[in-house]
């Protein structure tokens, strides 16, 4: 003890086996963990075909995963659904299993956090919440859940007194006479993506769904989750499901849109461009028009990704979408995957065709033409 | 020695107790270990006692509580017998080809194997698909250009398949060609990536697309009628 | 007067480290009193202040523990040691340029890394929550402080080293190792996945049992018998405490991870030597109090001794509890509650800041020869006594209410469990609010002492400046 550098020693000793326990050996341990498929070839080997989970997360929900930390989410919200013996959440709802460390392997920052002021988080996604609802409850959490203890983030949008029907509506508790309507900002947006992206709904190896017990899962109270787009009127959610039948019909009368875009909007990397959260989507309802009657061809830029490939006139066959179904397919893709723009109405898509009458069917426009300022 | 009372000087007084003091008479204290007090014997009995109790507590609590310091909890190995695990096998490759070919495929072929009438021939129960795996290896990997017939309908008229384009290894090929001679009704045999390979290297030096008739002569026998 | 003592001289020695460094850690305390207020406010109220992004939760409760542990229990642990070090070393305190100048470092260190939290560049990484950029700035000002201070220690004048020397000497060793090994596994060579959680969780709380705890600990050893003018009593056990601590505290912190995505081990061993904790705890208040009860009327008569003795008896009840809550079954219930609050405000508040209140008060009239009115430290510590009992108080009551009905899945999460702990958010921001007065009387006092005014210098012992 009267040594220094024996003292010194001594005390950085206790400190390093716990370091070599924790940090040293925990990382041997687990530090290479991979993604994995559910099920292992019999020698334990991954198969090449298998799929494999996690997934990465998109970009923009790794850019939300960002905000999330710097607004310090994690203070109240923990991401980690526990093992059953040890919590209740599985039988909270807030997951089908435990989570386990490769379901982490991916991320950046993880954020697993320890205090729970607010619920779990970690399948956030798989509570079918919409962007809308998200939205509002980012901006104003007691607008949704009058007793939540969420501080708002209104900063996160700008208030708008001439709403487009992208925008959010908040309906205040205390302010019931009028509601308002705010803008998301890209911040928000990112936001969302990464709230939406959280979800553990996927089997590993070292674990499976728990199953559930019957009784105890009949008195689970899911606290107001309102349905999907129930803000939304009905002229609009009519038009938007009538747009999703027509995005998803391979046969006569369809628009067979989602074999190229797929199911998703999201695309096929380096084939086909993503219409959700893409600029051109979410832009121009002229461009949108014209390409929905003639098609494209050629270079496009979407998103600062550059595509180079040939859209038939959609519809089939070829360039047979009515007005009607033109306008109802625009609408939904704009207002699907965490899209919200305006909705496309029969009479601009009848005024953009009127203005081409001269253009001989079918010949498909390019993306340079499409760009030119509008006659 | 109390610096709470009043002080005259604005100074605290000095204390008996010097730091020095402090330190020597504690020094002294850890030399000589018996403190000269009736219960110098019991104190560290009991420390000890108690100390060895926790010990044994812990020990026991490790040795249940840590899972062997594995990573994951065990998990159940299921014994399979070799049939189940031939079709598991299968399985995995045929969800492998779906996947491939709704991401490739399906945006003319259509997901549900039929093609559009007049412009993409249908795949289900095409005679194209069951006969020799070569055909369809061999239009995947060079494409196809040219009228065919396909059940009893002719198509060519849109634009010809150029799979050469994209890169597609043999493995996918294997998958996603199997896949297609078992859906939808289709009960050709599987294709494997060893055949996959062997007809990529056979062909290595063709460089356009091939013809219908071409590819039918080379297999006529598989073709049925 | 021409008789000085050794001990005047090193006080004389001291005076402007310590006064710069106490009066530094006396602006944080109020910084993060303020945070804490805020915080406690906005549990109450969401929509307070809630259009201010800079003020937005999660980054004032981060704020408020960072200004906390790095800003006043950084400055306070700086001032304190030097000062005890250097009068049981019997040996003057040198370099003081140099530890002002890497003081100043420190500070600014800390204030860019608060407006980084602020503006929104947190790491996300427990107790390293600021951004990397100040990370090096703070080390090596640290370093710079740890030589002199090592300095002081090596020119001792018995060879022979107590008690207060190990805690406090082990604890300013152990922090830059520490933040290394942080710094190493989270940023030069980043872990993957959960083992990220499982070093910042570890270096979180191996702050608060490495770094506060074993200071605050010396500072009684040291200030008992100092104040009492008698040894420790059974002090041939503090070196068996010290040891345990040592040995244990780094493996028993990570027990907060029990059921998380880790391998199940790490928790467990961390349960383990939690359990094994009660040893060293144990030693500790055996010390402390075997000794503070030979002579009851003279703890309760001097007031520095009085906070220590609080201190030290927190530190007793709450380690216990914390052992207690760190069971597997115990913790089923209280993990991701407002007990971690508990926790967190009992050592920082209730242990380590008492203690240090306390030594201040021991240090100040000696090192500056001015003493602070009786009327204000008396008050200053009934505020804080109570105020530190209502917060804790709430928060372990809130959080056993929060964990039982949170184990209940039939009860809505917001409707039910956290509207049923509202009303002890409520008592914590009262709480809060008197802490930040009774912080407020506290570091005007000190700031008047270390600072007369000259226009009432002789004025400094009247009464009444908590008014």
């Known amino acids: 003890m009267n040594n220094l550098v024996k003292f010194s020693i001594g005390i950085f000793l206790t400190l390093g086996i716990a370091w070599l326990a924790f940090v040293v050996g925990a990382r041997t341990q687990y530090g290479d963990l991979l993604p994995s498929p559910q099920i292992l070839e019999e020698d334990g080997s991954v198969s090449p075909d298998a799929e494999l989970f996690p997934f990465e997360l998109s970009g923009v929900a790794k850019q939300g995963a960002e905000e999330y930390a710097a607004l310090g989410c994690v203070t109240c919200h923990t991401q980690q659904v526990r093992r059953v013996e040890t919590g209740f959440d599985v039988k909270r709802g807030w997951g089908k299993r435990p989570s386990v460390p490769r379901d982490y392997v991916l991320q950046e920052h993880v954020l697993l956090g320890n205090s729970r002021i607010g619920p779990d988080l970690a399948n956030l996604g798989l509570r079918e919440y919409s962007n809308e609802w998200m939205h509002q409850h980012l901006f104003e959490p007691q607008s949704l859940v009058s007793t939540s203890l969420c501080p708002p983030s209104p900063f996160l949008y700008n208030e708008i007194s001439e709403p487009v029907d992208s925008d959010i509506e908040i309906n205040s508790g205390n302010q019931q006479d009028s509601s308002r309507f705010v803008r998301p900002t890209v911040r928000a947006n990112r936001l969302v993506a990464y709230l939406q992206s959280l979800k553990q709904d996927y089997e590993l190896p070292e674990v499976s769904y728990v199953e559930e017990d019957k009784d105890d899962s009949a008195d689970l109270v899911v606290e107001n989750v309102t349905p999907v787009t129930s803000s939304a009127p009905t002229w609009l959610q009519n038009q938007i499901a009538a747009g999703k039948e027509i995005y998803m019909k391979a046969a006569a009368g369809g628009g067979m849109c989602f074999t190229c875009h797929q199911t998703n909007g999201e695309g096929l990397a380096g084939q086909f461009p993503p219409l959700a959260g893409s600029d051109w989507v979410l832009g121009d309802k002229n461009r949108l028009i014209k390409i929905s009657i003639y098609g494209l061809m050629g270079e496009i830029e979407v998103n600062g990704v550059k595509y180079n490939n040939v859209m038939a006139p959609p519809g089939i066959p070829p360039g047979s979408l009515t007005d009607e179904q033109i306008a109802n397919v625009l609408t939904y893709i704009r207002n699907d995957w965490g899209n919200s723009a305006s909705a496309v109405s029969i009479e601009e898509v009848a005024a953009v065709r009127a203005s081409l009458k001269s253009r001989p069917a079918m010949q498909m426009f390019t993306a340079s033409e499409l760009s030119k300022p509008v006659q | 020695m109390s610096d709470d009372s009043p002080m005259s000087a604005n100074l605290p007084k000095n204390s008996e107790f010097s730091d020095e003091d402090i330190v020597k008479s504690h020094v002294e204290l850890s030399k000589n270990k018996h403190e000269p007090t009736q219960n110098f014997l019991i104190a560290p009995l009991v420390f000890v006692f108690v100390f060895g109790c926790l010990i044994f507590v812990c020990s026991i609590q490790l040795a249940h509580s840590t899972n062997f310091f594995r990573l994951h909890p065990p998990v159940e190995i299921v014994e399979l017998s070799p049939e189940e695990k031939e079709a598991l096998r299968l399985e995995r490759k045929i969800s492998s080809g779906e996947k491939i070919f709704a991401a490739r495929c399906a945006s003319c072929h259509q997901a549900n194997g039929l093609g559009i009438e007049g412009q993409f021939p249908p795949l289900a129960s095409s005679e194209w698909v069951s006969a020799n795996a070569g055909v369809i290896t061999n239009i995947i990997l060079k494409g196809l250009k040219g009228e065919i017939l396909v059940n009893g309908k002719t198509y060519g008229t849109s634009a010809a398949v150029n799979m050469a384009a994209v890169p597609i290894s043999d493995r996918e090929i294997a998958n996603v060609s199997t896949y297609v001679r078992q859906a939808w009704g289709n009960t050709a045999p599987e294709v494997t990536e060893e055949f996959v390979s062997a007809i990529r290297a056979e062909h290595s030096s063709k460089s356009d697309q091939w013809v219908g008739d071409e590819l039918k002569s080379m297999f006529l026998d598989s073709f049925g009628e | ?467």
């Open chain 3, 1 to 467: 007067m021409p008789k000085d003592t050794p001990d005047k001289i090193i006080d004389r020695s001291a005076k402007l480290v310590f006064s710069f460094f106490l009066s530094s850690a006396g602006v944080w305390l109020l910084v993060a009193a303020f945070f804490a207020y805020l915080t406690a406010a906005k549990l109450t109220d969401p929509f307070f202040l809630s259009t201010c992004e800079f003020f937005t939760y999660g980054k004032i409760k981060v704020a408020q523990a960072n200004a906390f542990v790095y800003g006043w229990g950084g400055n306070a642990i700086f001032a304190v040691s030097i000062w005890i070090l250097a009068r049981l070393s019997q040996a003057e305190v040198r370099g003081s340029v140099f530890l002002i100048f890497a003081g100043v470092i420190w500070n600014l260190a800390i204030t860019c890394g608060l407006l980084g939290i602020l503006d929104g560049h947190m790491s996300g990484h427990e107790m390293l929550e600021m951004p990397t950029e100040v990370w090096p700035a703070m080390l090596i000002s640290y370093l710079i402080i740890t030589f002199l201070i090592l300095v002081i220690h090596r020119s001792r004048q018995i060879r022979e080293t107590i008690a207060p020397q190990w805690f406090i000497l082990a604890a300013i060793l152990w922090f830059p190792a520490l933040f290394l090994i942080a710094w190493h596994g989270l940023e030069i060579n980043p872990a993957r996945g959960t083992l990220q959680t499982v070093l910042s969780m570890w270096y979180g709380q191996s702050l608060v049992w490495l770094w506060l705890t074993p200071i605050a600990l010396g500072a009684a050893y040291y200030l008992i018998p100092a104040v009492l003018g008698r040894t420790i009593d059974k002090y041939y056990l503090a070196i068996f405490g010290f040891w345990c601590i040592a040995a244990l505290a780094p493996w028993s912190v990570v027990h907060h991870l029990e059921g998380g995505p880790v391998p199940i081990w790490i928790p467990a061993i961390g349960t383990v030597m939690s359990i094994a904790m009660v040893f060293p705890i144990a030693v500790a208040s055996t010390n402390f109090h075997a000794t503070a009860f030979l002579d009851i009327g003279k703890v309760w008569e001097s007031l520095p001794l009085r906070f220590v003795i609080f201190g030290t008896l927190s530190y007793t009840v709450s380690s216990y509890i914390g052992v207690v809550f760190s069971l597997p079954a115990v913790a089923k219930i209280t993990q991701f509650t407002i007990i971690n609050e508990f926790h967190f405000n009992q050592r920082v508040y209730g242990f380590f800041s008492m203690i240090i209140f306390g030594a201040v008060y021991f240090a100040l009239p000696r090192i500056t020869g001015r003493e602070i009115p009786k009327g204000a430290k008396s008050f200053h510590f009934w505020t804080s006594t109570f105020g530190v009992l209502l917060l804790l108080l709430a928060y372990l009551i809130g959080g056993l209410t929060h964990g039982v009905l949170a184990g209940q899945p039939t009860l809505p999460w917001s409707s039910s469990v956290i509207q049923s702990i509202k009303p002890y958010f409520l008592i914590t921001k009262f709480a809060f609010i008197i802490l930040a007065f009774s912080q407020f009387v506290f570091v005007f006092n000190v700031w008047r002492v270390i600072f007369p005014n000259p226009f009432s210098c002789c004025s400094s012992d009247k009464k009444g400046a908590s008014a």
